[in-house]
């Protein structure tokens, strides 16, 4: 029996109040050109929030009749939904938070294609434009709070994890929460949901009632990942690049719990920007944490990374397995160090500017057969380009795993090809195969089949 909700009609909660006619015509434009497909898989994803799916492809597959038609009334905004989940409903009524959402991924979806993609008011051929075109989406947003001090916290890590590093990673958001900072995830289930579901408490406890629960997401993650319920400000970038450069310019300091092959491209990602000859000097406060039993999981990270990149990408990085206390403690301490580096430089608390970028960390890495095995994985080249290029990989891997369009070419091309030098090749395999192991690579990674080969 088809218990989905045949159809019902939601007016706006949220940022996004009113549209013009023309961007509700996009928005129902089903052409190449229009918004429609895009926002229908966006939208099918906010309203899945809290199911245990992370297939992109299978979630479209499974709501197929799912339609999301927008209209501009007297009033406003006005949504018409078809065939949604019904879990996404109490008593036949849209889940507030959830309808905040859904208002969010218009606002930033119309914003994106409108002010940023299309009236080129922004060179995105340079990284200036593109830095520049990150700030004004997280500006349209609202995501500056002008007269706040340095307190946001990223943390990243797994969607698939066993509930011990679930508590732990609520546990450690507790700690943040208890001493007034904000929580920044990539907005989905796991080790994204539990730092901010601790926050919560410790805001409570403190009474502050200003917390941020802040959520950055991509369309081709955003289905794999879906928002979660403790997310009170969603953003969606355009691209991957963008998600993960607005965390780095947003974020104050960092927290890496454990995950796969997700968050290695964000560590990555990260270390090719803390290895550029022009960042060496910048604060920014990163710190792998895990329960005692991840010890072993980030002496595996730790290798990979010596035996890939070196020893240098091991000394920006700081391991804290458990100790909880300290670590906030420590984010704590770390904030002030950046309140007064940022005045004294006259940089934004709420936008790194300073950090420098390379074109290519920046570009949208496009994961396909050719791209994948052209990848430069060689020792041969400064460490933050390699890293640049180690994290391009891990993003293919997870296009191949969770991304409906990286889903459709492995079934019809086959996986991925790697290749390169002999021995990051081998410790690519080595520590692959233990994320496999350790079932990180998916939700249901029973019969996980890769969606890679290495090449030795």
Same mark, same amino acid.
């Given at each position: 029996m088809n218990t989905d909700i045949s159809e019902i009609i939601i007016r706006p909660s949220g940022s996004l109040q009113i549209l013009s006619h023309q961007e509700a015509y996009q928005l129902c434009d089903m052409g190449e050109l229009g918004l429609n497909e895009l926002l229908r898989q966006c939208?099918? &994803?906010?309203?899945?929030?809290?199911?245990?799916?992370?297939?992109? +492809?299978a979630?479209? %597959?499974?709501?197929?009749?799912?339609?999301? #038609?927008?209209?501009?009334?007297?009033?406003?905004?006005?949504?018409?939904?078809?065939?949604?989940? =019904?879990?996404? *409903?109490?008593?036949?009524? $849209?889940? #507030?938070?959830?309808?905040?959402?859904?208002?969010?991924?218009? =606002?930033? $979806?119309?914003?994106?294609? %409108?002010? /940023?993609l299309e009236k080129g008011q922004f060179d995105l051929n340079t990284s200036a434009g593109i830095t520049?075109?990150? *700030?004004?989406?997280? =500006? %349209?947003?609202?995501?500056?709070? +002008?007269?706040?001090?340095?307190?946001?916290?990223?943390?990243?890590g797994g969607h698939s994890i066993p509930e011990s590093e679930y508590q732990y990673s609520k546990h450690l958001g507790y700690e943040l929460g208890l001493r007034g900072l904000d929580v920044c995830t990539g907005c989905g289930p796991g080790v994204m949901k539990g730092p901010m579901k601790g926050a919560l408490l410790g805001h409570g406890k403190q009474r502050i009632?200003?917390?941020?629960?802040?959520?950055?997401?991509?369309?081709? /993650?955003?289905?794999?990942?879906?928002?979660?319920?403790?997310?009170? #400000?969603?953003?969606?970038?355009?691209d991957i690049e963008k998600r993960l450069e607005a965390f780095v310019r947003l974020g104050h300091g960092i927290i890496?719990?454990?995950?796969?092959?997700?968050?290695?491209? #964000?560590?990555?990602?990260?270390?090719s920007i803390r290895l550029h000859p022009e960042n060496q000097e910048l604060p920014m406060p990163v710190i792998l944490s895990g329960g005692h039993d991840s010890r072993d999981y980030f002496n595996? /990270?730790?290798?990979?990374?010596?035996?890939? /990149?070196?020893t240098v990408a091991c000394d920006h990085l700081e391991v804290m397995v458990e100790h909880p206390r300290d670590i906030a403690t420590r984010m704590k301490s770390a904030m002030e160090e950046i309140r007064l580096d940022r005045k004294r430089t006259s940089d934004a608390y709420y936008f790194n500017w300073r950090l420098k970028l390379e074109l290519d960390q920046q570009t949208p890495f496009i994961p396909t057969h050719e791209s994948m095995s052209g990848l430069n994985l060689?020792?041969?080249?400064?460490?933050?380009? $390699?890293?640049?290029?180690?994290?391009? &990989?891990?993003?293919?891997?997870?296009?191949?795993?969770?991304?409906?369009e990286g889903i459709r070419q492995i079934e019809q091309f086959g996986p991925f090809e790697l290749s390169g030098d002999p021995q990051i090749m081998q410790a690519m395999d080595k520590l692959l195969n233990a994320f496999i192991e350790q079932k990180r690579?998916?939700?249901?990674?029973?019969?996980?089949?890769?969606?890679y080969k290495i090449k030795h």
């Open positions: 939208a099918l &994803a906010v309203l899945n929030t809290g199911a245990k799916e992370d297939n992109g +492809l979630l479209l %597959n499974k709501y197929k009749d799912f339609k999301i #038609e927008v209209g501009v009334k007297g009033r406003g905004v006005q949504l018409t939904l078809s065939n949604a989940p =019904r879990h996404a *409903f109490v008593d036949n009524q $849209l889940i #507030e938070g959830l309808k905040e959402h859904l208002f969010s991924v218009i =606002r930033d $979806l119309l914003y994106a294609r %409108n002010d /940023i520049n075109a990150i *700030f004004h989406i997280a =500006r %349209n947003a609202d995501l500056f709070h +002008l007269n706040s001090i340095p307190n946001i916290v990223v943390c990243w009632k200003t917390g941020r629960y802040i959520g950055i997401s991509e369309p081709g /993650i955003i289905a794999a990942e879906a928002p979660n319920g403790f997310v009170t #400000e969603l953003c969606i970038m355009p890496i719990f454990p995950g796969g092959a997700g968050t290695m491209e #964000e560590l990555l990602y990260l270390l595996a /990270i730790m290798e990979f990374l010596c035996d890939t /990149i070196g060689s020792r041969d080249q400064p460490p933050h380009i $390699l890293a640049s290029q180690l994290r391009k &990989a891990f993003s293919g891997i997870v296009a191949g795993n969770v991304k409906a690579m998916k939700l249901d990674s029973s019969d996980y089949n890769p969606c």
